[in-house]
């Protein structure tokens, strides 16, 4: 993953897009109280959803709702899912870590991959992450896959501008050797 660094993942786990906006918690909380005021002003389920870009599904949910707990029942009840394992300061925390580098955390190359994140996740918080999860955390954090550039650890530079220089000309059709 790039803020400098390189990281490998397989797989993206990119979700199809979708015809609806994305919106953030209070978005959504805003939108189901605009229907709730819709509805309490006798609006059709149908014009609801036109008016607010949601789907039927959804209005026909919000509606049902509405009629058992009023504009109170559409309100948020806070986020869903479990409770996230690292803080954000931890998750800043494991940023600087990963700016430093794998070689500061005692690697041989300077490649990230999701294993080694993962490992050092474990080291500084005692926090177990799937290698998938880690990837989902680093995209949050920012940062993108970066594919290194590979070469053979034989490779002559110098070999090879001396073969780019005086043989590659002479190989080359249409050149005589005497070319530059």
């Known amino acids: 993953m790039a803020k400098s660094q390189q990281v490998s993942a397989q797989g993206?786990?990119?979700?199809a897009p979708s015809r609806y906006p994305r919106r953030s918690?209070?978005?959504?909380?805003?939108?189901?109280?605009?229907?709730?005021?819709?509805?309490?002003?006798?609006?059709?389920?149908?014009?609801?959803?036109?008016?607010?870009g949601v789907s039927r599904s959804a209005v026909s949910a919000?509606?049902?709702?509405?009629?058992?707990?009023?504009?109170?029942?559409l309100r948020s009840k806070?986020?869903?899912?479990?409770?996230?394992?690292l803080s954000p300061q931890q998750l800043s925390q494991l940023e600087?870590?990963?700016?430093?580098?794998?070689?500061a955390h005692g690697y041989a190359t300077?490649?990230?991959?999701?294993?080694?994140?993962?490992?050092l996740i474990r080291k500084l918080f005692g926090v177990n992450y799937h290698i998938s999860h880690v990837f989902r955390l680093?995209?949050?954090l920012g940062w993108s896959c970066q594919k290194p550039v590979s070469r053979a650890k034989?490779?002559?530079?110098?070999?090879?501008?001396?073969w780019v220089k005086q043989d590659w000309p002479r190989i080359k059709r249409g050149h005589s050797e005497r070319a530059p």
């Not at 919000?62 to 029942?73: K, M, R, S, V």
């Not at 806070?78 to 394992?85: E, F, I, N, Q, Y």
């Open 12 to 15: 993206s786990g990119m979700r």
């Open 25 to 52: 918690q209070a978005q959504w909380e805003a939108v189901r109280l605009q229907a709730a005021a819709m509805f309490h002003q006798g609006k059709r389920q149908c014009e609801v959803m036109r008016a607010l």
């Open 62 to 73: 919000w509606h049902q709702q509405w009629q058992e707990g009023g504009a109170g029942a």
């Open 78 to 85: 806070g986020p869903r899912g479990p409770r996230p394992k």
């Open 96 to 103: 600087a870590e990963l700016l430093k580098g794998p070689q």
């Open 110 to 119: 300077q490649l990230w991959t999701l294993e080694r994140i993962a490992r």
């Open 138 to 140: 680093l995209r949050r």
């Open 154 to 162: 034989e490779r002559d530079q110098a070999a090879i501008e001396r």
